[in-house]
C-alpha cells in the first residue's frame, strides 16, 4: 500500500511541475477518441474487463485489445494504448531517478537543517536552492515527513519496524508496552517481560 502512496504522491508532483515534456495524458482525453461514440453494451463489456479481479495484467491487455477489435475501434485502442504505454515507461524512469536520489537530498536537507551556526532566513535560502536542484525529492521528502508526523504516536511506538526506543529486540521493553500506564521511564530499562 505504502507503494502506491508513493507512486500517486510522485506522479502528483511530476503532473503539477510539469518538469518533462511528457504529454498531458488523462483517460479524459486520451481515451475520449477511444470511448465516444460507444453504446451503452461496449462500455459495459469494457468495464467487465477493468473490474474482473480473477483476469492477469496480460490477459486484460488481451480482452481490452479483443474487446477494441469487437467494437471496430482497434486503430483507436492501438494509438491509446501505445500512447499510454510511453508514458508509463517515461513516468517510471522519472520515478526510478526521484527514488535513486531521495536518500542524498534527505542527506543534505538534513545537513542544511542541522546547522545551528545559521539564521531561519539562510536556512530557508538554503532549502530554497536545494529545492530548485531537486525539486522532486525535496518536495516528497516534505510530504513523507509530514506523514510520518500525522502519525507520530505509531512511528514511535513501534510501529513496523522499531525507531529507536530499545537496545536489541528483546532486551528491553519497548515503549508501545507502557501506552496507557503510569510509569517513570527508569521501567523502561528493566530487561525481561512485564
Same mark, same amino acid.
Given at each position: 500500500?505504502?507503494?502506491?502512496?508513493?507512486?500517486?504522491?510522485?506522479?502528483?508532483?511530476?503532473?503539477?511541475?510539469?518538469?518533462?515534456?511528457?504529454?498531458?495524458?488523462?483517460?479524459?482525453?486520451?481515451?475520449?477518441?477511444?470511448?465516444?461514440?460507444?453504446?451503452?453494451?461496449?462500455?459495459?463489456?469494457?468495464?467487465?474487463?477493468?473490474?474482473?479481479?480473477?483476469?492477469? @495484467?496480460? =490477459?486484460? &491487455?488481451? *480482452?481490452?485489445?479483443?474487446?477494441?477489435?469487437?467494437?471496430? /475501434?482497434?486503430? %483507436?485502442?492501438?494509438?491509446?494504448?501505445?500512447?499510454?504505454?510511453?508514458?508509463?515507461?517515461?513516468?517510471?524512469?522519472?520515478?526510478?531517478?526521484?527514488?535513486?536520489?531521495?536518500?542524498?537530498?534527505?542527506?543534505?536537507?538534513?545537513?542544511?537543517?542541522?546547522?545551528?551556526?545559521?539564521?531561519?532566513?539562510?536556512?530557508?535560502?538554503? @532549502?530554497? =536552492?536545494? &529545492?530548485? *536542484?531537486?525539486?522532486?525529492?525535496?518536495?516528497?521528502?516534505? /510530504?513523507?515527513? %509530514?506523514?510520518?508526523?500525522?502519525?507520530?504516536?505509531?512511528?514511535?511506538?513501534?510501529?513496523?519496524?522499531?525507531?529507536?526506543?530499545?537496545?536489541?529486540?528483546?532486551?528491553?521493553?519497548?515503549?508501545?508496552?507502557?501506552?496507557?500506564?503510569?510509569?517513570?521511564?527508569?521501567?523502561?530499562?528493566?530487561?525481561?517481560?512485564?
Amino acid at each position: 500500500m505504502l507503494f502506491y502512496l508513493l507512486s500517486a504522491i510522485i506522479f502528483t508532483t511530476v503532473a503539477s511541475a510539469a518538469l518533462t515534456s511528457a504529454p498531458a495524458l488523462t483517460v479524459h482525453e486520451a481515451g475520449g477518441a477511444v470511448f465516444q461514440n460507444l453504446t451503452e453494451k461496449a462500455l459495459f463489456d469494457y468495464f467487465q474487463i477493468g473490474f474482473d479481479q480473477t483476469l492477469t @495484467i496480460a =490477459e486484460r &491487455d488481451q *480482452k481490452s485489445a479483443e474487446w477494441a477489435e469487437k467494437h471496430g /475501434i482497434a486503430d %483507436k485502442w492501438a494509438v491509446f494504448y501505445s500512447t499510454w504505454q510511453a508514458r508509463e515507461e517515461k513516468f517510471n524512469k522519472i520515478k526510478t531517478t526521484v527514488f535513486e536520489r531521495l536518500p542524498s537530498t534527505y542527506k543534505k536537507l538534513s545537513e542544511i537543517i542541522a546547522n545551528k551556526n545559521q539564521t531561519l532566513s539562510q536556512v530557508g535560502t538554503a @532549502i530554497q =536552492e536545494l &529545492d530548485e *536542484k531537486f525539486n522532486l525529492e525535496v518536495q516528497l521528502i516534505f /510530504i513523507l515527513s %509530514k506523514i510520518l508526523r500525522l502519525n507520530e504516536k505509531i512511528v514511535m511506538n513501534g510501529g513496523l519496524n522499531e525507531v529507536g526506543n530499545e537496545a536489541t529486540e528483546n532486551s528491553f521493553r519497548r515503549m508501545r508496552d507502557f501506552e496507557g500506564r503510569s510509569m517513570d521511564v527508569k521501567a523502561l530499562m528493566i530487561p525481561g517481560p512485564l
